[in-house]
Protein backbone atom coordinates (compact mmCIF):
# COMPACT_ATOMS: atom_id res chain seq x y z
CA UNK A 1 0.00 0.00 0.00
CA UNK A 2 1.00 3.47 -0.71
CA UNK A 3 2.25 5.47 1.91
CA UNK A 4 0.07 8.25 1.11
CA UNK A 5 -2.96 5.95 1.14
CA UNK A 6 -1.76 4.43 4.38
CA UNK A 7 -1.43 7.80 5.98
CA UNK A 8 -5.20 8.40 4.64
CA UNK A 9 -6.45 5.33 6.14
CA UNK A 10 -4.91 6.08 9.63
CA UNK A 11 -6.42 9.41 9.81
CA UNK A 12 -9.54 8.09 9.01
CA UNK A 13 -9.72 5.27 11.07
CA UNK A 14 -8.35 8.36 14.06
CA UNK A 15 -11.58 10.34 12.93
CA UNK A 16 -13.75 7.72 13.33
CA UNK A 17 -12.71 6.58 16.96
CA UNK A 18 -13.00 10.43 17.75
CA UNK A 19 -16.61 10.99 16.15
CA UNK A 20 -17.73 7.38 18.15
CA UNK A 21 -16.59 8.80 21.05
CA UNK A 22 -18.48 12.38 20.76
CA UNK A 23 -21.74 10.71 19.70
CA UNK A 24 -21.14 8.22 22.58
CA UNK A 25 -20.56 11.04 25.06
CA UNK A 26 -23.62 13.22 23.77
CA UNK A 27 -26.10 9.87 24.10
CA UNK A 28 -24.68 9.63 27.75
CA UNK A 29 -25.62 13.27 28.19
CA UNK A 30 -29.03 13.03 26.98
CA UNK A 31 -29.92 10.95 30.02
CA UNK A 32 -29.31 13.97 32.15
CA UNK A 33 -31.86 16.08 31.45
CA UNK A 34 -35.49 15.59 29.92
CA UNK A 35 -37.08 14.80 27.47
CA UNK A 36 -36.70 11.35 27.63
CA UNK A 37 -38.43 9.51 25.37
CA UNK A 38 -40.03 6.56 27.08
CA UNK A 39 -42.52 5.72 24.37
CA UNK A 40 -39.22 5.21 21.77
CA UNK A 41 -37.74 3.46 24.93
CA UNK A 42 -40.30 0.70 25.25
CA UNK A 43 -40.68 -0.06 21.67
CA UNK A 44 -36.93 -0.51 21.55
CA UNK A 45 -37.00 -2.97 23.99
CA UNK A 46 -39.85 -4.89 22.62
CA UNK A 47 -38.24 -5.21 19.71
CA UNK A 48 -34.93 -6.15 20.72
CA UNK A 49 -36.40 -8.41 23.26
CA UNK A 50 -39.26 -10.13 22.14
CA UNK A 51 -37.64 -10.45 18.96
CA UNK A 52 -34.24 -11.89 20.30
CA UNK A 53 -35.91 -14.41 22.30
CA UNK A 54 -36.08 -17.26 20.48
CA UNK A 55 -32.63 -16.90 19.00
CA UNK A 56 -31.35 -16.68 22.45
CA UNK A 57 -33.44 -19.76 23.37
CA UNK A 58 -32.38 -21.47 20.98
CA UNK A 59 -28.32 -20.51 21.18
CA UNK A 60 -28.55 -21.02 25.07
CA UNK A 61 -30.03 -24.70 25.23
CA UNK A 62 -27.66 -25.89 22.20
CA UNK A 63 -25.24 -24.21 23.57
CA UNK A 64 -25.45 -25.95 27.40
CA UNK A 65 -25.75 -29.47 25.80
CA UNK A 66 -23.00 -29.68 23.10
CA UNK A 67 -20.96 -28.30 26.65
CA UNK A 68 -22.02 -31.51 28.45
CA UNK A 69 -22.01 -33.91 25.58
CA UNK A 70 -18.16 -32.45 24.62
CA UNK A 71 -17.09 -32.29 28.07
CA UNK A 72 -18.40 -35.57 29.65
CA UNK A 73 -16.66 -38.23 27.67
CA UNK A 74 -13.37 -36.35 28.60
CA UNK A 75 -14.52 -35.88 32.41
CA UNK A 76 -15.09 -39.78 32.54
CA UNK A 77 -11.71 -40.77 31.50
CA UNK A 78 -10.56 -39.02 34.95
CA UNK A 79 -13.49 -40.23 36.59
CA UNK A 80 -14.94 -36.84 37.02
CA UNK A 81 -18.04 -37.33 35.22
CA UNK A 82 -20.10 -36.60 37.84
CA UNK A 83 -18.80 -32.73 37.44
CA UNK A 84 -20.62 -31.95 34.21
CA UNK A 85 -23.22 -29.99 35.62
CA UNK A 86 -20.42 -27.70 37.16
CA UNK A 87 -18.59 -27.28 33.89
CA UNK A 88 -21.29 -26.09 32.23
CA UNK A 89 -23.15 -23.51 34.47
CA UNK A 90 -19.54 -22.42 35.17
CA UNK A 91 -19.02 -21.89 31.66
CA UNK A 92 -22.28 -20.74 30.50
CA UNK A 93 -22.97 -18.23 33.44
CA UNK A 94 -19.33 -16.79 33.61
CA UNK A 95 -18.69 -16.80 29.57
CA UNK A 96 -20.28 -18.41 27.02
CA UNK A 97 -23.59 -16.38 28.00
CA UNK A 98 -22.67 -13.17 28.10
CA UNK A 99 -20.94 -13.46 24.82
CA UNK A 100 -23.06 -15.69 22.63
CA UNK A 101 -26.48 -13.88 23.83
CA UNK A 102 -24.17 -10.44 22.80
CA UNK A 103 -23.11 -11.71 19.31
CA UNK A 104 -26.32 -12.80 18.17
CA UNK A 105 -28.25 -10.14 19.41
CA UNK A 106 -25.27 -8.23 17.39
CA UNK A 107 -26.15 -10.19 14.75
CA UNK A 108 -29.70 -9.07 14.69
CA UNK A 109 -29.88 -5.58 16.55
CA UNK A 110 -26.46 -3.75 15.44
CA UNK A 111 -27.42 -4.40 12.05
CA UNK A 112 -31.13 -3.01 12.26
CA UNK A 113 -30.14 0.13 13.98
CA UNK A 114 -27.37 1.20 11.42
CA UNK A 115 -29.92 -0.35 8.55
CA UNK A 116 -32.89 1.98 9.76
CA UNK A 117 -30.81 5.00 10.99
CA UNK A 118 -28.96 4.67 7.78
CA UNK A 119 -32.01 4.78 5.87
CA UNK A 120 -33.36 7.92 7.79
CA UNK A 121 -29.77 9.73 7.00
CA UNK A 122 -29.84 9.16 3.34
CA UNK A 123 -33.47 10.04 2.65
CA UNK A 124 -32.49 13.22 4.76
CA UNK A 125 -35.00 12.67 7.31
CA UNK A 126 -32.10 13.16 10.40
CA UNK A 127 -31.87 16.70 9.03
CA UNK A 128 -36.03 16.81 8.85
CA UNK A 129 -35.77 16.07 12.81
CA UNK A 130 -33.20 18.91 13.34
CA UNK A 131 -34.63 21.60 11.40
CA UNK A 132 -38.04 20.92 13.50
CA UNK A 133 -35.74 20.67 16.37
CA UNK A 134 -35.45 17.75 17.62
CA UNK A 135 -32.01 16.25 18.62
CA UNK A 136 -31.83 12.87 16.49
CA UNK A 137 -29.19 11.46 19.37
CA UNK A 138 -31.75 12.19 22.19
CA UNK A 139 -34.53 10.80 19.87
CA UNK A 140 -32.89 7.96 18.52
CA UNK A 141 -29.83 6.93 20.23
CA UNK A 142 -30.50 7.26 23.43
CA UNK A 143 -33.40 4.82 23.67
CA UNK A 144 -31.74 2.28 21.82
CA UNK A 145 -28.76 2.62 24.14
CA UNK A 146 -30.98 2.43 27.39
CA UNK A 147 -32.79 -0.67 25.57
CA UNK A 148 -30.01 -2.77 24.41
CA UNK A 149 -28.31 -2.25 27.60
CA UNK A 150 -31.32 -3.25 29.72
CA UNK A 151 -32.80 -5.71 27.45
CA UNK A 152 -29.54 -8.10 27.04
CA UNK A 153 -28.91 -7.64 30.94
CA UNK A 154 -32.02 -10.35 31.30
CA UNK A 155 -31.82 -12.32 27.85
CA UNK A 156 -28.42 -12.96 29.00
CA UNK A 157 -29.87 -14.37 32.11
CA UNK A 158 -32.71 -16.28 30.55
CA UNK A 159 -29.53 -17.63 27.72
CA UNK A 160 -28.01 -19.05 31.24
CA UNK A 161 -30.46 -20.92 32.89
CA UNK A 162 -31.56 -22.19 29.59
CA UNK A 163 -27.97 -23.46 28.91
CA UNK A 164 -27.79 -24.85 32.30
CA UNK A 165 -31.24 -26.99 31.14
CA UNK A 166 -29.58 -27.65 27.53
CA UNK A 167 -26.71 -29.43 29.79
CA UNK A 168 -29.14 -30.97 32.24
CA UNK A 169 -31.23 -32.89 29.32
CA UNK A 170 -28.29 -34.12 27.73
CA UNK A 171 -26.74 -35.21 30.69
CA UNK A 172 -29.87 -37.18 32.26
CA UNK A 173 -31.45 -38.49 29.11
CA UNK A 174 -28.55 -38.87 26.79
CA UNK A 175 -25.59 -39.95 29.33
CA UNK A 176 -27.78 -41.42 31.97
CA UNK A 177 -26.23 -39.15 34.26
CA UNK A 178 -28.37 -38.26 37.97
CA UNK A 179 -30.11 -35.24 38.07
CA UNK A 180 -29.99 -34.33 41.14
CA UNK A 181 -26.35 -34.68 40.79
CA UNK A 182 -26.24 -32.58 38.11
CA UNK A 183 -28.17 -29.47 39.41
CA UNK A 184 -26.43 -29.72 43.29
CA UNK A 185 -22.76 -29.55 41.39
CA UNK A 186 -23.93 -26.85 39.37
CA UNK A 187 -25.23 -25.04 42.24
CA UNK A 188 -22.47 -25.40 44.67
CA UNK A 189 -19.33 -24.60 41.94
CA UNK A 190 -21.07 -20.94 41.46
CA UNK A 191 -19.81 -18.34 43.61
CA UNK A 192 -20.90 -14.53 43.55
CA UNK A 193 -17.65 -13.60 41.58
CA UNK A 194 -18.60 -16.02 38.66
CA UNK A 195 -22.08 -14.38 38.68
CA UNK A 196 -21.04 -11.14 38.77
CA UNK A 197 -18.48 -11.16 36.46
CA UNK A 198 -21.41 -12.56 34.36
CA UNK A 199 -23.64 -10.00 34.81
CA UNK A 200 -21.76 -6.98 34.39
CA UNK A 201 -20.31 -8.26 30.59
CA UNK A 202 -24.07 -7.46 29.33
CA UNK A 203 -24.37 -4.09 30.49
CA UNK A 204 -20.66 -3.24 28.56
CA UNK A 205 -21.70 -5.54 25.66
CA UNK A 206 -25.29 -3.51 24.93
CA UNK A 207 -23.59 -0.14 24.77
CA UNK A 208 -21.30 -0.99 22.33
CA UNK A 209 -23.89 -2.81 20.19
CA UNK A 210 -25.97 0.03 20.68
CA UNK A 211 -23.64 2.80 19.79
CA UNK A 212 -21.64 0.76 17.29
CA UNK A 213 -25.34 0.28 15.37
CA UNK A 214 -26.33 3.97 15.81
CA UNK A 215 -22.84 5.78 15.14
CA UNK A 216 -22.84 3.64 11.73
CA UNK A 217 -26.38 4.63 10.73
CA UNK A 218 -26.23 8.08 11.69
CA UNK A 219 -22.63 8.41 9.59
CA UNK A 220 -24.07 6.88 6.23
CA UNK A 221 -23.24 7.94 2.92
CA UNK A 222 -23.71 6.93 -0.51
CA UNK A 223 -27.32 6.11 -0.93
CA UNK A 224 -28.59 2.45 -0.95
CA UNK A 225 -25.33 1.01 -0.95
CA UNK A 226 -24.17 3.28 1.73
CA UNK A 227 -26.98 1.77 3.93
CA UNK A 228 -25.54 -2.15 3.40
CA UNK A 229 -22.32 -1.46 3.78
CA UNK A 230 -23.03 0.93 6.85
CA UNK A 231 -25.14 -2.33 8.16
CA UNK A 232 -22.16 -5.29 7.52
CA UNK A 233 -19.31 -2.49 9.27
CA UNK A 234 -21.96 -2.58 12.42
CA UNK A 235 -21.78 -6.22 12.66
CA UNK A 236 -18.33 -6.59 12.27
CA UNK A 237 -16.90 -4.19 14.19
CA UNK A 238 -19.78 -4.49 17.31
CA UNK A 239 -18.53 -8.11 17.31
CA UNK A 240 -14.72 -7.91 17.08
CA UNK A 241 -15.39 -5.23 19.95
CA UNK A 242 -17.54 -7.67 22.38
CA UNK A 243 -15.01 -10.33 22.11
CA UNK A 244 -12.00 -7.95 22.83
CA UNK A 245 -13.71 -5.98 25.62
CA UNK A 246 -14.68 -9.74 26.93
CA UNK A 247 -10.97 -10.16 27.07
CA UNK A 248 -10.12 -7.05 29.00
CA UNK A 249 -13.51 -7.42 30.91
CA UNK A 250 -12.56 -10.81 32.46
CA UNK A 251 -8.72 -9.83 33.29
CA UNK A 252 -10.11 -7.07 35.14
CA UNK A 253 -12.84 -9.22 36.88
CA UNK A 254 -10.14 -11.94 37.60
CA UNK A 255 -7.32 -9.41 39.19
CA UNK A 256 -9.75 -8.22 41.84
CA UNK A 257 -11.64 -11.49 42.66
CA UNK A 258 -8.62 -13.89 41.86
CA UNK A 259 -11.03 -16.42 39.34
Do not use: W
Not at 135 to 150: C, F, Q, S, W, Y
Request: hydrophobic share 50%; with cysteine; net charge positive.
Amino acid sequence: MPANRLDEVAKQSVLSVQNYATLSARALGTFLNRPRYLADFITQADSIGVGSLPIVLLTGFFTGGVLALQSASTLAQFGAAAITGQLVSFSMIKELGPVLTSLMVSGRNASGMASELGSMRVTEQLDAMRALGTDPVRKLVGPRIVATVVVLFFLTIISDAVGTLGGAAVSIFMLGQDGSQYFHTAYQSLRYADILQGLVKPIFFGFIIATIGCFYGMNTKGGTQGVGRSTTQAVVVSSVLIIASDFVISRFMIGIFGR
